[in-house]
């Protein structure tokens, strides 16, 4: 693969998306959860040492969360409830891209600063009409984290689209440390997706 920097810049800046399915670990069995869609961006700066172990850092956006449904039973016109809540980070993960060829391996962790968590919730009537409602989460226990570590690892392939060098995969992260802390369930976020990246410079 012809990289897209001369011998004299070892540096490279990429681009990355990716979309996955998130869900928090919960020790209570009453929680109907589901997985949501959740998204990460970030801005990747990849340094070459002429091996092929290449150390990165970035800087990008962190979303992830759970969802949960619920089905009413009873004489109200309220069919089901689905509530959506989202935990937003701004991130910097360190790692190590290992190459094999055109394939790479890439595990990460990172410090992610918490800036938001909120609610939508989608109220569904048994006439199908539905209505929205979005809020910031607030807890009835414990305290929120204000950082988080986020662990991921990465596997796909570089391939060249015209003079662009792009990378796709898939990508899964687990939380080492719990999004609510003092609470007795198990709160880790977690997910699963695919990557999409291309290379700036």
Same mark, same amino acid.
Not at 13 to 36: C, D, H, M, R
Not at 53 to 78: A, M, Q, W, Y
């Given at each position: ?33 589901? +997985? ?23 800087? /990008? ?5 759970? $969802? ?12 089901? #409830? ?6 937003? +980070? ?26 938001? $968590? ?25 305290? +929120?984290?204000?950082? *988080?570590?986020?662990?991921?690892? *990465?596997? /796909? ?14 990508? /899964? ?5 719990? #999004? #609510? ?7 880790? +976020?977690?997910?699963?997706? #695919? ?7």
């Amino acid at each position: 693969m012809q990289p897209l920097w001369t011998q004299g810049n070892k540096t490279s800046l990429a681009f990355e998306y990716s979309p996955n399915f998130s869900k928090v670990t919960n020790a209570s069995i009453l929680l109907n959860q589901k +997985y949501k869609l959740s998204h990460h961006a970030l801005l990747r700066l990849e340094y070459d040492s002429g091996g092929k172990i290449v150390p990165t850092i970035g800087l /990008g956006f962190f979303n992830t969360g759970e $969802s949960f449904k619920t089905e009413i039973r009873g004489e109200s016109d309220l069919d089901k #409830v689905k509530t959506i809540d989202s935990h937003n +980070y701004v991130f910097i993960p360190l790692g190590a891209k290992i190459s094999f060829g055109n394939f790479f391996v890439l595990p990460e962790i990172g410090l992610g600063i918490k800036i938001s $968590s909120t609610t939508k919730t989608i109220n569904t009537f048994d006439n199908g009409e539905t209505s929205v409602e979005s809020s910031d989460n607030t807890l009835l226990s414990g305290e +929120y984290n204000k950082f *988080s570590i986020p662990f991921s690892l *990465s596997i /796909g392939k570089e391939f060249i689209i015209g003079s662009l060098t792009c990378s796709a995969g898939f990508k /899964g992260y687990y939380g080492i440390n719990e #999004v #609510v802390k003092n609470v007795p369930r198990s709160n880790h +976020y977690f997910g699963l997706g #695919v990557l999409l990246g291309v290379k700036l410079l």
